[in-house]
């Protein structure tokens, strides 16, 4: 009977096994989770906060961009549209500098791909980004492209980081033509100085047309560099799933902002459950039946290895 002992010390092992890599694989799953599930509301329109109604994006593709329009750089000089276009692919975010949160983790995930792509900014293609705040001004235009371009790691590529601030007839001509709406929402000092609004970046052909939409915080490098490459050539890509937009909106009662995110988020994290539980299961009914074997074949007096 020497076998047994062995047997259940692999059957062991084997168990812990499968349990490690279950919870190997849902720590991605759970430190994803921004926030607790109770400051989490649903996308459906049914769910949201009314506020949300007037906030989204509409993909406008292959709609032209009125590059006609002034905005001031982070230097403090007006400058049209145009002067980024003409000659290579630009990538547009709609922001504010003040963003208590989403702004900073859109352009922290543009910021991270954009390092695993080869392109370099300012020479083929630009990097533009428009507050939608017209009270912000350079000082704080000029802060945050410090602050992403020494993110990014290539100071020698500032030429190619373009950080404007504008006008409130010009920020509403340019999100229009984009398909960005947004509302602005009270501060904490129940002033309108906030905004709920959803997160994109926009590639844009050179001739300054709308080729290709990214939503959320998180951007693929893969996706990026093949639609920043068929943009130069003036290509227009295809409408992607709005379902992957995540949105803040703030809450004046509690002085916080939670994730509005989708329901397929939640049931995509459910269904790995429900794979790496059905994976545990048949690992350990295969222990199990090797266990039940091996005690018949050491009952009727079969050699056990061990």
């Keep these: 009977m020497r076998g047994t002992p062995i047997l259940r010390e692999a059957a062991f092992r084997s168990r812990s096994a499968a349990m490690l890599l279950c919870l190997a694989l849902l720590a991605p799953f759970a430190a994803a989770q921004v926030s607790s599930y109770g400051?989490?509301?649903e996308g459906p329109a049914n769910s949201q906060p009314s506020v949300l109604n007037g906030v989204g994006i509409d993909q406008r593709?292959?709609?032209?961009?009125?590059l006609n329009l002034t905005f001031t750089d982070d230097t403090g000089h007006?400058?049209?549209?145009?002067?980024?276009?003409?000659?290579?692919?630009?990538i547009l975010a709609l922001v504010y500098y003040q963003c208590p949160m989403l702004c900073s983790e859109e352009l922290n995930g543009l910021t991270s791909a954009l390092q695993m792509?080869?392109?370099?900014p300012g020479k083929d293609f630009n990097v533009i980004v428009v507050s939608i705040d017209p009270t912000e001004g350079t000082a704080l235009a000029a802060a945050k492209k410090r602050t992403y371009l020494q993110r990014y790691g290539h100071p020698e590529t500032a030429n190619g980081w373009h950080f404007m601030t504008g006008t409130q007839a010009n920020i509403d001509a340019l999100t229009s033509a984009v398909g960005f709406r947004y509302v602005k929402i009270p501060g904490p000092d129940g002033r309108l100085t906030q905004f709920a609004h959803a997160s994109a970046i926009q590639i844009v052909t050179p001739e300054g047309k709308l080729a290709q939409y990214y939503m959320g915080v998180e951007y693929s490098p893969k996706d990026?560099?093949?639609?920043?490459?068929?943009?130069?050539?003036n290509r227009i890509g295809s409408p992607v799933d709005n379902i992957l937009t995540y949105c803040y909106h703030y809450d004046p009662k509690t002085n916080t902002h939670s994730l509005i995110v989708s329901r397929?988020?939640?049931?995509?994290?459910?269904?790995?459950?429900v794979l790496l539980g059905g994976f545990m299961v048949v690992?350990?009914?295969?222990?199990?039946?090797?266990?039940?074997?091996?005690?018949k074949d050491n009952g009727t007096g079969k050699k056990v290895n061990g």
Excluded at 61 to 66: A, E, I, M, R, V
Excluded at 224 to 229: A, P, R, T, V, Y
Aim: charged share 15%; no cysteine; glycine share 10%.
């Design 39 to 41: 400051d989490k509301s």
């Design 61 to 66: 593709l292959n709609t032209q961009l009125p």
């Design 78 to 90: 007006v400058v049209p549209l145009s002067s980024y276009f003409g000659k290579r692919p630009a």
């Design 117 to 120: 792509v080869n392109f370099v």
């Design 224 to 233: 990026l560099l093949l639609g920043l490459d068929e943009a130069s050539s």
């Design 264 to 273: 397929v988020v939640q049931l995509g994290g459910l269904l790995t459950v």
């Design 283 to 295: 690992m350990l009914r295969k222990d199990v039946q090797r266990g039940s074997h091996a005690g």
